[in-house]
């Protein structure tokens, strides 16, 4: 799965925004918002245990799992 903390999207220059929280509608709706503005790459997440792993994996240059 392709998400924008793989590689292919880590290319470029643009800041990276993780948004986390426990309703899914809220994250959608706010990536939607960041990505239209063109400025970001946005990956949300609903679970606090699966962004930890997202971030750590981003951090270390990897792509998450």
């Known amino acids: ?21 426990d309703n899914p509608r809220f994250s959608h709706s706010a990536r939607l918002i960041l990505q239209e503005s063109g400025q ?4 949300e997440e609903n679970e606090a245990a699966s962004a930890v792993g997202k971030r750590h994996a981003a951090s270390a240059g990897s792509d998450p799992p």
């Open 1 to 21: 799965m392709i998400t924008p903390f793989t590689t292919a999207k880590r290319d470029t220059n643009k800041p990276r925004i993780l948004i986390v929280d």
């Open 40 to 43: 970001y790459v946005v990956c």
